[in-house]
């Protein structure tokens, strides 16, 4: 699995404005930035909205490449992942002062929720509804192969602890 393909794939969501929505209309996008702690990690996207969005703080944008699936959910990570924990630790750092988003690319049409794998990294969970509680959005996006092109799919939803109960 090329893991630099998710990038590319999301890169190409907001180009196309399928998460304007979202994220309003942006004015440009910028890869792999230093930011967080003393500036040690890079973002994968920096994206600086357009004067005309209501929310004009920056946007830093995560994506993880999400393959992982159990039942109908879209699962993340799929083991333990020291670097997305700092990851999510980077992200809560900039809340509230820029818009932190998570964007699970998920290269499969065969789910219906996103969730993290805690029983792959329990750690991972808590600092993921930590940071949700902080004001990360997350963005599950799903994409398909077929012979000749990818398909975006759809935005599925992020399932909480209580929703996870009420469909197991």
């Known amino acids: 699995i090329n893991t630099l393909l998710a990038n590319k794939l999301i890169k190409n969501v907001i180009e196309k404005n399928f998460l304007n929505e ?7 996008i910028k890869s ?16 600086t909205p357009k004067s005309s969005n209501p929310d004009n703080r920056n946007i830093y944008i995560e994506v993880k490449n999400t393959t992982l699936k159990e039942k109908n959910n879209a699962l993340f990570p799929d083991t333990v992942t020291l670097r997305g924990q700092k990851h999510l630790r980077d992200l809560m750092s900039i809340i509230p002062e820029s818009k932190a988003i998570l964007i699970p690319c998920i290269t499969r049409n065969d789910v219906d929720y996103f969730s993290t794998g805690d029983d792959e990294d329990p750690l991972y969970g808590q600092l993921f509804r930590q940071s949700l ?32 109960k009420s469909i197991n």
Not at 22 to 28: F, H, M, N, Q
Not at 32 to 47: A, C, Q, T, V
Not at 135 to 153: E, M, Q, R, T, Y
């Open 32 to 47: 792999e930035k230093p930011y967080g702690k003393n500036s040690k990690s890079r973002i994968d996207f920096l994206l």
């Open 22 to 28: 979202i994220i309003g209309e942006i004015d440009s």
């Open 133 to 164: 509680k902080l004001g990360l959005v997350v963005i599950p996006c799903c994409l398909s192969f077929k012979k000749d092109h990818i398909n975006w799919d759809k935005i599925i939803p992020v399932l909480r602890d209580k929703d996870l």
